[in-house]
């Protein structure tokens, strides 16, 4: 929606029109069955490991605490824009205020930064009970684990805030439309009307950079765990190796799509769309699937609850009164 501004030619947009990820209703129907599915399973997946590790005893471990504030992140960061993708699949016009636009925007990247440095924090804490299993439970104690986990979710809050900072001053006069299902800073910053060059070089220093700068980190971090216990017992390798590689194809799958996107943001190109599905739907999807299905103390922690439940159940129904 374009407003005219009183006692000018000027105009002010109001709305963006999302233009979506296909207008074929057949394409419309598969999309919205298999978003549906991914996003339920997901948010349940997720769901699940939060409830299993905060409710068993047995997984009160700084590993576990960890993977349950990933959980907890993965759920936010499909529910901050899938719900409404799903929405709007078979509206025929996609809108969304500038203000909702930028509310989004920010949650998006207060997700996406928290889960970088969570994950950074993951492969430290993977190290140290590798590398220095007798310090490991000293050093990684739960303290420490909530001082981490909260600097994590600060560095995300200063990470969204310093790339909206100068976003919501932009002066929007038209066009109003964006080629995508969600908003976000690459595509919205070139609807504004003035020369948004170094606006776009701050959001390829800010999230590219730092995007690619964490991806590299995390596997040279990887690659050092695994030589060091080469160079200590050749036998451990395979175990360091099976431990990491869950954490490795998490890693691939969450910066792979953000490098492409963030680290040249002056190419927006329509394959973009598509590759942040991977970042809202596939990846928190796939984390509990990754994180459960390779991990035996999980799968028998759920089995605990779920026999719990059973139990529970039978007392409920059993019970006259």
Request: hydrophobic letters at 55%; charged letters at 10%.
């Amino acid at each position: 929606m374009i407003e005219t501004v009183a006692g000018g030619n000027d105009s002010v947009v109001s709305e963006i029109v999302l233009v979506g990820l296909t207008h074929s209703l057949e394409m419309q129907l598969v999309l919205f069955l298999a978003f549906s599915v991914f996003y339920t399973a997901g948010v349940l997946g997720n769901l699940l490991i939060v409830l299993t590790v905060t409710s068993d005893s047995h997984l009160h471990s700084p590993m576990y605490f960890l993977l349950a504030n990933l959980s907890f992140i993965d759920m936010w960061v499909s529910s901050i824009t899938v719900p409404k993708m799903i929405s709007d699949l078979f509206k025929e016009k996609k809108i969304i205020s500038i203000k909702a636009c930028i509310t989004q925007m920010f949650f998006i990247h207060v997700t996406g930064g928290t889960e970088m440095v969570l994950l950074i924090v993951m492969a430290l804490d993977r190290y140290i009970a590798i590398c220095r299993p007798l310090h490991y439970l000293t050093i990684m104690n739960f303290r420490t684990c909530v001082i981490l986990s909260v600097a994590a979710w600060t560095i995300g809050i200063i990470h969204s805030v310093i790339q909206l900072a100068f976003v919501v001053k932009l002066p929007f006069c038209g066009p109003n439309e964006v080629d995508s299902f969600y908003c976000d800073i690459p595509r919205f910053i070139k609807l504004a009307c003035t020369v948004t060059y170094r606006m776009e070089l701050m959001v390829a220093a800010n999230s590219g950079f730092i995007s690619l700068g964490t991806f590299i980190i995390l596997m040279i971090s990887y690659i050092f765990i695994l030589v060091t216990v080469w160079q200590h017992s050749s036998g451990g390798l395979s175990k360091a190796l099976s431990t990491l590689s869950a954490h490795i194809t998490v890693v691939v799958l969450f910066f792979g799509p953000c490098i492409f996107v963030y680290s040249w943001p002056f190419l927006t190109v329509p394959i973009d769309k598509f590759l942040a599905i991977f970042d809202v739907i596939i990846t928190p999807f796939l984390n509990p699937v990754i994180y459960t299905l390779r991990n035996k103390e999980m799968k028998v922690a759920m089995r605990r609850i779920f026999s719990q439940l059973l139990c529970f159940q039978k007392f409920v129904l059993s019970d006259p009164n």
